[in-house]
DNA sequence: CCAAAAGTGTTTCCCATACACCCATGG
DNA sequence: CCATGGGTGTATGGGAAACACTTTTGG
């Protein structure tokens, strides 16, 4: 079999930042690590890409492993490859951004790796250069949910707009007009009134809205304007 | 010394998409291989990470190679990551993605590399999936030009507002209100007049601007509005 | 009846758009 | 003096932002 005449052939990992929200912080899924290297600290879930195995299937593949579930929202984030990122061997990275609405994630699944759901404002000491991975796709965050409605993607099947926007003032550690905001979600056109409202609440209930999916598909690459203009990245 | 106990590693080179502009189209520069595999196709330019490498220092030993230039306008595009994407062996291969003024390249370099200008209008069949970078990169460039202001980067040290609209009229291949367009960035103060004027015009001649660089650092990632609201992607 | 949260309405003001007009230059 | 392209001015409309008011619910 024919080969390149090249000497360096490189571990290929994949690490995957999965977002959660909780209707009041944003979370990420991180396993307090009890296997080698690195045991006992903190850690993105990662992985190995294999010989014959895709790199979205290597990614799809590790978010199933721990969380159960499949079809959710993944994007890749960037490529890490300075040389000492992994003091064990050389190994470049690929990180994958994904979010899931927290109620979906397999119980199973999360404590067999010892994962657990930590704030994105408690977030302890990481392993190699998961830290930077972290702080690159919360600024990826921030920057897609202001263009696009990537907000859903965290959300139940069935939520209100206070609660959506709990979520984008999480996002964004600021407080948003509950009129304002209101007004420009219902414009787009992407809720779809369920007719049911939110029992969970001691006051007025909120309407329970789902997302029109052809819609979301068909719009999303659209840019749109989630924030106010007064805010900045 | 110690290594992971996983079998697979794997080749990882990178593709260098690099764009320019001429005053009229917007171009890449591409390679005629005159060397294996592939051998007298059209590809990107590229090259294998080596082993006491960083990823960013081998995308600029790369770009310097081909272009003679550095510290030009690069950001990572996508890591591509198909099993069967290189017929020779499994390669993993992290594109990125470049913006350089067309007239500061070593015209020796791209000769020795037998690389040339090709419009994007007319982009030859490419080996791999280069074609699937190309698309990636218009598509990246085609967002970040109408949020930031990154169109710079293809131009030469002085610029007229004309030839600026040019470029941009390129990217999205629509026609831009000469009025409105100029109006738009000159509020941005981006834009430091030189006091010379384009002699090159056989009619009146355009004032020559120079980039506030100061600026163009500080305000680069908050959101500008540089296309009209009625674009969208 | 009251407090707290949800929903709807209104006014104001800025800015993007769509225009028209004037200026400079070479032939 | 005229054709071509560069520069400046202006009216208008839509939409974002900043507000006030009403409604629903549980206690």
């Known amino acids: 079999m024919t080969r390149y005449n090249h000497p360096t052939r490189i571990l290929v990992a994949l690490d ?7 209707g009041e912080f944003l979370k990420l899924l991180l396993i307090k690590r009890n296997f080698e290297p690195e045991k006992g600290k903190w850690s993105l879930m990662g992985g190995f890409l294999n010989e014959e195995e895709d790199l979205e299937v290597a990614a799809a593949r590790i978010l199933y ?3 159960g579930l499949r079809d959710i929202y993944v994007e890749q984030l960037q490529t890490f490859g300075k040389v ?12 994958f951004f994904a979010l899931i609405n927290i109620d979906d994630h397999d119980p199973e699944a ?6 657990y759901w930590i704030s994105l404002n408690d977030i302890p000491e990481l392993i190699f250069d998961h830290a930077k991975m ?4 919360r600024e990826r965050l921030r920057y897609k949910a202001a263009l696009h409605p990537l907000g859903f993607e965290l959300m139940p099947e069935k939520f209100t707009i206070p609660q959506l926007q709990k979520l984008y003032e999480a996002i964004y550690g600021m407080t948003l007009d509950r009129r304002n905001f209101s007004r420009k979600l219902l414009s787009t ?6 007719g049911e409202k939110n029992e969970n609440s001691a ?3 909120a309407t329970l809205y789902k997302l029109n999916r052809e819609k979301y598909q068909d719009k999303f690459h659209e840019f749109w304007n989630f924030m106010p203009d007064t805010f900045l990245i």
Chains 1, 2 share one sequence.
């Open 16 to 22: 995957c930042i999965i977002f959660g929200f909780d």
């Open 65 to 67: 492993e721990l969380t």
């Open 189 to 194: 056109g992407l809720l779809i009134d369920t």
């Open 134 to 137: 972290v702080e690159l796709a």
């Open 84 to 95: 000492d990122r992994d003091p064990v061997e050389r190994t470049v990275s690929v990180g």
């Open 203 to 205: 006051t007025k209930k």
């Open 110 to 115: 999360v404590k067999a790796h010892n994962a």
